[in-house]
């Protein structure tokens, strides 16, 4: 399995590549960027405690790559495993060292690799045609339990949602039940979030619900459900807080939704506080999210990439970052490509070093540095400020509760500054009036910024 040689001239022809490439960002540096496959999906991390090491997981059209980023700037793809048949798309989560894959794209497709001998090799511990025969569409590790959404058992039949008990041997689990042997109307698990055996289960049209699994008596038991909010579509993903109060989720389907932002405080009265839609195009589709502790969404959004979000007071959430995976296409350009599930298909923040892992279904596996946004301080809760119009032609009125002396500037994509006027301010109920320059169409960060605070709003030009 292993092709040193051959991914060392990936990686230089990578690198060459990335170098004519300009990838638009904000806050967002990209460290290393691979891309030794034609189609990438699922991806997740794994850091080895015993050897002090971190690795990112690339699933991708022939297979799934480990990639060493242990020295970020060093980075290099230490094994893989190649499959046949081959899959479009697969999912993957780990359980101590070892790492579980899935795919619902063709064939028998479960796999479990052991990432012990890493960083000299993986160990193939099942494969599609040698262990047990299922497949499915997405995977949850919690505890000692594997969830499994949109699975098919090895007897060839469906089922909306499986669990599966790692204990005691993590390389042969064992079937705990069947969602649907409990609750045979859902018909769709696609996606679950699971904390505590507690399931905020992502049932396609059927919304968000959620479930609780009894480990004495090896059943699911139901909680609640939101069905009923705005912009409902299918319900696709979600992630929860370390605290339990939010939850994040979106729904891919039809384009053009916002991300939705739900306090679940109280579980059985689940209320969207308030929803995200960073760019006012059709075209945007929100993918998958994943939560930093209390405090930061990084979210996966198809053909605009990494977004990354300040969701410390759910009800008014802000952006501190992002990298564009995809410049192909997207608000970056204005125009988004035919195909809407070109783009990023998920981005993994869990490393202890704070990289950020992102695969791009087109481009590849990008390892990121994202300190500057993770840390923002500058942003203060207290400070409102409205944007009128937006988009934006020739001109833009603020409203903004900063006052006295402001520095008003505006970004483009690629960070450099492209109008700059100071003003002062002493009304908040009169709107500054600013007249653009001549711009070009696309995103723009427009920055307030008084003596101590700086207030930070997107901004599209479209002329």
């Known amino acids: 399995m292993r092709t040193k040689f051959l991914f060392s001239i990936s990686v230089l022809v990578v690198s060459y590549l990335s170098a004519q490439t300009t990838y638009p960002s904000w806050r967002v540096q990209l460290v ?23 690795y990112a ?32 798309w697969r999912e993957i989560k780990t359980y101590k060292n070892y790492c579980y894959i899935i795919s619902d794209d063709y ?33 949850w590790v919690d505890g000692h339990y594997l969830y499994v959404g949109g699975p098919r058992d ?43 055996d507690t399931i905020f289960a992502s049932c396609a ?20 459900s939101l069905t009923y909010y705005l912009e409902a579509g299918y319900n696709h993903s979600s992630a929860l807080t370390e605290n339990s109060k939010t939850l994040v989720f979106m729904d891919e389907v039809p384009s053009g939704l916002s991300i939705k932002v739900a306090d679940v405080s109280d579980i059985n009265n689940m209320q969207v506080v308030s929803y995200i839609k960073p760019y006012n195009y059709g075209g945007f589709i929100a993918h998958n999210p ?23 007071n759910p009800s008014n959430p802000v952006m501190t970052g992002y990298f564009d995976t995809y410049p192909q296409g997207g608000a970056n350009l204005g125009v988004y490509s035919s195909n809407t599930y070109d783009g990023n298909w998920g981005s993994y923040p869990f490393f202890p070093s704070g990289l950020i892992l992102s695969n791009d279904m087109a481009n590849g596996i990008f ?17 409102n400020t409205v944007i009128f119009p937006n988009p934006a032609k020739e001109k833009l009125q603020i409203f903004t509760s ?25 009304d908040i109920n009169i709107p500054i009036e600013v007249h653009l320059p001549s711009l070009k169409d696309g995103m723009y960060v427009l920055t307030i910024a008084s003596d101590q605070v700086k207030s930070i709003k997107k901004i599209i030009i479209q002329n």
């Open 154 to 196: 090895k007897y060839g039949y469906y089922h909306s949602m499986g669990v599966f008990n790692l204990l005691p041997n993590p390389e042969k689990p064992q079937l705990v039940r069947w969602l649907d042997d409990d609750f045979p109307n859902i018909g769709y698990v696609h996606d679950m979030f699971v904390k505590h």
């Open 402 to 426: 900063l006052k006295n002396h402001l520095e008003i500037s505006i970004q483009d994509i690629s960070g450099k500054k492209v109008f700059e006027s100071f003003v002062f301010h002493n």
């Open 367 to 383: 390892i990121l540095r994202a300190d500057t946004a993770l840390s923002v301080n500058e942003i203060s809760e207290n400070v």
């Open 32 to 54: 290393a960027h691979f891309k030794p496959d034609t189609y990438f999906s699922g991806c997740w991390g794994w850091y080895d405690p015993v050897k002090n090491r971190e």
């Open 290 to 312: 994943f939560i930093l502790g209390n405090k930061y969404l990084v979210a996966s959004c198809y053909q605009d990439g990494t977004l990354i979000y300040d969701i410390s």
């Open 205 to 224: 049209n059927q919304g968000l619900q959620v479930f609780k699994l009894d480990t004495i008596q090896n059943k699911f038991t139901y909680i609640s």
């Open 107 to 139: 064939g028998p497709s479960f796999q479990i690799v052991d990432l012990s001998p890493l960083p000299d090799s993986v160990r193939v511990v099942i494969s599609p045609d040698t262990g047990i025969l299922f497949k499915g569409h997405t995977l």
């Open 57 to 88: 997981i690339s699933g991708a059209h022939k297979g799934t790559y480990f990639v060493d980023i242990t020295n970020p700037n060093s980075s290099y793809i230490a094994d893989s495993v190649i499959d046949i048949p081959i899959n479009t």
